[in-house]
Nanobody, 119 residues
């Protein structure tokens, strides 16, 4: 069984920081792309940032310069460092992982972690 587990959400004041983590585990052969999405109340899920296995990153315009995505390939873990948080960053954040097992390609989603930014 393959799964991803997220951690690190919580309540923070505007201007503060949080760090999210997401670890993939199980019978993995390799992990390719990893990313973070978020969904605010009443809105569609949107891409926040993603990172390839080679370290190429991509960010939503709304978080550029404030958020940093990184990964540890040996641990199949992706991180999202969030600085200068704003109330509009409040959302449930989901980890997304593209992994390969003996059974083939899998797209995995974490359970979601709530980030609340107070003004």
């Amino acid at each position: 069984q393959v799964q991803v587990v997220e951690s690190g959400g919580g309540l923070v004041q505007a201007g503060g920081s949080l760090r999210l983590s997401c670890a993939a585990s199980g019978r993995l052969i390799t992990v390719n792309g990893m990313g973070w999405y978020r969904q605010a109340p009443g809105k569609q899920r949107e891409l926040v940032a993603d990172i390839t296995s080679g370290g190429t990153t991509n960010y939503a315009d709304s978080v550029k310069g404030r958020f940093t995505i990184s990964r540890d390939n040996a641990k199949h873990t992706v991180y999202l460092q969030m600085n200068s948080l704003k109330p509009e960053d409040t959302a449930v954040y989901y980890c997304n992982v593209e992994a390969f097992t003996l059974g083939g390609r899998l797209e995995l989603w974490g359970q979601g972690t709530l980030v609340t930014v107070s003004s």
